[in-house]
């Protein structure tokens, strides 16, 4: 099963991008995910399940640590992996 993930976390900062913004972004760059879009306003991602499911963690974890007073996200089922070709 393939997973896409949309996040933002939050409080936002127009100047310059906040702590848990970086770091969320630094765990979704470093994670083995096929696809990662990061804008100023809002992220994506896209991989199996198990990976993408793991990052969700991590980037939970880490972005409240880093002072997030709120993180949205939505996860989607996008595809099965092995009817895709084993992507």
Not at 39 to 64: I, K, W
Request: no cysteine; aromatic share 4%.
């Amino acid at each position: 099963m393939r997973l896409r993930v949309e996040f933002t976390t939050e409080p936002f900062d127009l100047d310059e991008a906040p702590a848990h913004a970086v770091v969320a972004r630094e765990v979704v760059q470093g994670a083995a995910l096929d696809a990662v879009d990061v804008g100023p306003f809002g992220n994506t991602a896209e991989g199996g399940a198990d990976a993408v499911l793991t990052t969700v963690d991590a980037l939970l974890r880490a972005s409240l640590a880093a002072g997030a007073t709120r993180v949205s996200l939505q996860v989607s089922v996008i595809g099965d992996a092995d009817a895709e070709g084993g992507r």
